[in-house]
């Protein structure tokens, strides 16, 4: 082991891998221990870098490229022969590492290298903890004022953290225009194509109660219990946007529950129940003319680990269980009881919608649902889907703007 000292002069601007700025973290030793280097800052804090690690994060001498900030090697090139020959920090902190087998010398920027040390790269980086909620937490869905959303980042940041962190939010004062989903979306990411089109319409009409020129139950005037759209897919759409243009009925609530609170009530109250559903698979499938999108799934996904929740709950699609006869009874009681749950008072809440309501929620997370039209009246709802990965890339954005905002 060998121990550095504070020597070697830095250079005036260190790049990182990325885009971002870091705030400056001197570093207080660099220490090799055979493949690796044992990096200390003064408050404590350690990491400990793979030496090939190292290697691929050179910024301008091989590893990443300065313009793309993208790596550039072919792991198949990741010879054995590359080590550390020496690692030392400079006298302003930063980190100086000469590689073997070719002499490449390449700094770090301790700032980069301190985000690593406290996990600040992982995925759930910048965006807020996911917190599930019931009715008695959160009896109506956060707010935030659809009138300034497009063009005020602390408005539109406040409102993406909370879709993230409760997997609903509401924007009220929105304009009633057919694009302003269309709008939106341009500031967040892709739209998230289906079946039912990039921008879809969900419309009810009380007095043409059981029209037949519709592909979906949503376009009539029944309750629809909770549920979540298309688990007729692989990986069904991440949020789902619903703006209100027109609501002349009364009646026709819209209803909310938070799964992952659900979830959690099941398995500590119902464990038998919860083991059902997170473990037989059930075929869900559309089967609209012309289209056969069918995928097999629990009705509880945990996915891989830190993958978000996919609850594929949606009775109108379920099409057959996918498990042996003798677990089909124990299936459909899991099914009855998280479904009661669900609908209970404890954990669903319901809101009417007004024009120019616009609201988000998990697809995957939340059930949502709507109760029975009670008058007379049109209600013309336009949704589309955005999926996860593009929330939650907008939402670190946003943070990190208006992060460095507040500290100029
Ligand atoms: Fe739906």
Redesign the pocket.
């Known amino acids: 082991m060998t121990k550095t000292d504070h020597v070697v002069a830095s250079h005036a601007i260190v790049p990182t891998p990325d885009f971002y700025e870091y705030p400056w973290s001197p570093l207080a030793t660099a220490e090799t221990d055979g493949s690796f280097v044992q990096l200390t800052w003064p408050d404590g804090a350690v990491l400990r870098a793979f030496d090939l690690w190292l290697r691929e994060n050179a910024v301008g001498h091989g590893g990443v490229d300065l313009a793309t900030r993208e790596g550039l090697f072919d792991p198949a090139e990741l010879s054995s022969e590359i080590a550390v020959l020496s690692a030392q920090v400079t006298e302003s902190g930063s980190l100086i590492v000469e590689f073997a087998p070719d002499g490449t010398i390449s700094e770090y920027h301790p700032g980069w290298l301190r985000h690593v040390a406290d996990g600040n790269h992982r995925a759930p980086s910048w965006l807020p903890t996911p917190t599930s909620w019931t009715a008695a937490t959160l009896p109506e869905p956060p707010t935030h004022d659809g009138s300034v959303v497009l063009d005020d980042d602390v408005v539109f940041g406040q409102w993406l953290d909370d879709l993230i962190r409760y997997g609903i939010a509401r924007l009220s004062g929105c304009p009633t225009d057919l694009d302003f989903n269309a709008t939106l979306a341009a500031k967040i990411g892709a739209i998230r194509d289906t079946n039912f089109g990039p921008l879809w319409d969900?419309k009810a009409d009380v007095t043409m109660a059981g029209s037949a020129d519709t592909n979906?139950t949503?376009n009539t005037n029944l309750r629809?219990g909770p549920?979540?759209?298309l688990p007729t897919r692989e990986t069904p759409p991440g949020f789902?946007f619903l703006h209100c243009i027109v609501n002349e009925a009364g009646g026709g609530h819209s209803t909310m529950a938070d799964g992952a609170a659900v979830v959690e009530a099941l398995q500590a109250e119902h464990p038998e129940h919860y083991d059902a559903l997170s473990t037989l698979n059930w075929i869900f499938f559309n089967r609209g003319p012309g289209i056969d999108h069918r995928w097999s799934g629990p009705f509880i996904d945990h996915g891989v680990a830190g993958a978000p929740l996919t609850l594929r709950a949606?009775y109108p699609v379920r099409g057959f269980p996918d498990m042996a006869p003798e677990d089909q009874p124990r299936a459909y009681a899991a099914m009855r009881c998280f479904s009661q749950m669900a609908a209970s008072d404890r954990f669903q809440i319901d809101y009417p919608f007004a024009p120019g309501d616009l609201v988000g929620f998990d697809?995957r997370r939340i059930l949502?649902?709507?109760d029975a039209f009670e008058s007379g009246g049109k209600r013309h709802l336009r949704?589309m889907y955005i999926d996860q990965d593009e929330i939650r890339s907008t939402a670190r954005v946003v943070s990190r703007r208006l992060a460095a905002m507040n500290t100029i």
């Open positions: 969900v979906s949503a629809l549920h979540t759209d789902q949606f697809n949502h649902g709507r949704g």
